[in-house]
């Protein structure tokens, strides 16, 4: 499968490791042309608001959200799930995102930088070591969203179709367990 890693910030080298160790092609997404042909997108973690600046500095914006109202399984870690976010909380004024998923999301929801933290969670029936970094948190999700995690009463993991967003970072552990469920689970059959 080739899978392109949006690469305008953030930490998209890390998805383009997991990628690769989990068998699969992975390239470095900076124009809209490089959007044809792959089979998956991922959204990485970094700066919400950075990144949406420039995917519209690169005339990126309208490409991405196209791709995802066309159903290319996509998936997004932290800044990537505020992106996916149709709905944020605590985000700058008019603050844009790519939407598709029915859920809200409150930015920095755990606290700022200096409150980041690791911890053990489940994830579709399995445990896993999380990264949380500045993290946003699920505060509503759709009818059709699945939750797939949780920390404390909030959702940290969620699907809803081709789409699946964490608020923490896989990327930056060895556990390859989210990008493995999203490339048999979402992406199967391309």
Not at 77 to 103: E, H, N, P, W, Y
Request: aromatic letters at 8%.
């Amino acid at each position: 499968m080739k899978v392109g890693v949006l690469a305008l910030q953030g930490d998209f080298r890390e998805h383009i490791r997991a990628a690769t160790e989990c068998g699969h092609l992975a390239m470095e997404v900076r124009r809209a042309s490089e959007l044809s042909g792959i089979d998956a997108l991922i959204l990485p973690g970094g700066e919400s608001t950075t990144i949406i600046h420039l995917a519209q500095s690169f005339d990126l914006y309208e490409p991405i959200k196209e791709v995802i109202a066309n159903g290319l399984p996509v998936y997004g870690s932290c800044a990537g799930m505020i992106l996916l976010a149709d709905r944020i909380v605590g985000g700058i004024a008019g603050q844009k995102t790519f939407g598709g998923l029915d859920i809200t999301v409150r930015r920095n929801a755990f606290g700022r930088q200096v409150d980041s933290f690791e911890s053990d969670l489940e994830f579709n029936g399995a445990s896993l070591h999380a990264v949380f970094i500045r993290a946003p948190w699920v505060e509503e999700v759709g009818k059709s969203v699945q939750v797939l995690s949780t920390a404390g009463e909030h959702a940290v993991a969620v699907r809803e179709g081709n789409l699946l967003a964490t608020s923490f970072h896989p990327e930056l552990t060895h556990d390859l367990a989210v990008h493995r469920y999203f490339f048999d689970e979402i992406c199967k059959g391309r």
